[in-house]
């Protein structure tokens, strides 16, 4: 017979950092604890360059599922971001960590963020993020005073939509912010924004 098989921790911890976790394991602890959406959790696990920089943002604090849509929707579909290792490029993940910061902080609207400033922050490593947001005009105003207006223009342009809402197409109340946050250039805050616009629409 032969004698029984001793395998210390360091030996378990060891094969599992060289082996990586188990996949069905992972896809628990993305979904489970924290709240990442299946078809994300899919492409993280599918992927371990995406799914080692999820970790590394993961532990400054950001949420979960906000990093995952982050990654998904401009990282890991893109030829020349998905390529990019982040266990050596430092750099791009504290990038990254600042992009996140400016939605987190309420400095930019996330939309502006996505469609406007991603791609200029991945070209520019070097221009302070703040700056390049301010130099885009999409950083939102501290005073928020003229979302009323706003709100009223937009409600007032389209007569026929109000009508629809009031019908019972609640979902419409995504075009009327889709809109009105066009119309302010990503400067407004989007929930009191939404809060303005659903006002006239009861009154």
């Known amino acids: 017979d032969l004698p029984p098989v ?39 696990i599918d992927n371990r360059l995406m799914l080692n920089l999820f970790n590394k943002l993961n532990i400054q604090g950001f949420d979960p599922r906000e990093i995952a849509q982050l990654i998904v929707n401009k990282i890991a579909s893109h030829d020349d971001y998905s390529k990019v290792d982040f266990e050596v490029e430092e750099d791009k993940v504290n990038r990254l960590a600042s992009f996140m910061s400016l939605i987190k902080n309420n400095k930019v609207s996330k939309s502006a ?15 302070p993020l703040i700056k390049m947001a301010e130099n885009l005009h999409i950083l939102k105003e501290e ?26 197409k609640k979902g419409l109340i995504g075009f009327f912010m889709g809109q009105a946050m066009k119309k302010s250039r990503g400067k407004a805050d989007p929930k009191l924004l939404q809060k303005e616009i659903e006002a006239l629409l009861k009154s």
């Open 143 to 168: 005073d928020q005073s003229f979302l009323g207006v706003i709100a009223q223009e937009i409600v007032d342009a389209f007569p026929d939509k109000v009508k629809a809402y009031h019908n019972g």
């Open 113 to 127: 963020a996505y469609n406007q400033l991603f791609d200029k922050m991945w070209e520019d490593m070097k221009t």
């Open 6 to 44: 001793k395998i210390i921790k360091e030996t378990i911890d060891i094969l599992e950092s060289e082996i990586g976790e188990n996949p069905i394991h992972t896809y628990k602890k993305l979904t489970q604890l924290r709240g990442v959406k299946h078809d994300n959790a899919m492409v993280l």
